[in-house]
């Protein structure tokens, strides 16, 4: 059996929204968007890396809508030298959604 593994970033206020950039969510009124990467240190960066599998090993992901249509728009165009660019075009994505909308 496989196991899920489930991973946030959460800053002490619980603001489960946009670790990425500071456009990724703006919904709410939510300005604080980008916070995460600035303070991550090559261990937590490592630890991440860990998380989410290698070229070699490829895990699967399970995304709700926003998490997956913000995805989309950046991976399978990611920087080659990013570590997390082979990891996540490799990766089988399972998307939650409401909609009825197409998924690519």
């Keep these: 059996m496989r196991k899920i593994i489930a991973f946030a970033h959460l800053p ?6 946009g670790p990425g950039s500071a456009d990724e969510d ?3 009124g939510f300005d604080r968007g980008g916070w995460t ?3 991550s240190d090559e261990k937590a960066k490592a630890s991440i890396l860990g998380l989410v599998g290698s070229s070699v090993k490829p895990n699967d992901l399970l995304l709700g ?3 997956h249509d913000i995805f989309a728009s950046f991976w399978p165009h990611a920087p080659t030298n ?3 660019t082979v990891p ?3 990766a ?3 998307v939650l959604t409401h909609g009825d909308q197409k998924l690519d």
């Design 12 to 17: 002490l206020d619980g603001a489960m929204q």
């Design 26 to 28: 703006r919904s709410d």
């Design 37 to 39: 990467w600035q303070f």
């Design 65 to 67: 809508r926003r998490t």
């Design 82 to 84: 990013s570590p997390f």
């Design 88 to 90: 996540f075009n490799k």
């Design 92 to 94: 089988n994505k399972y």
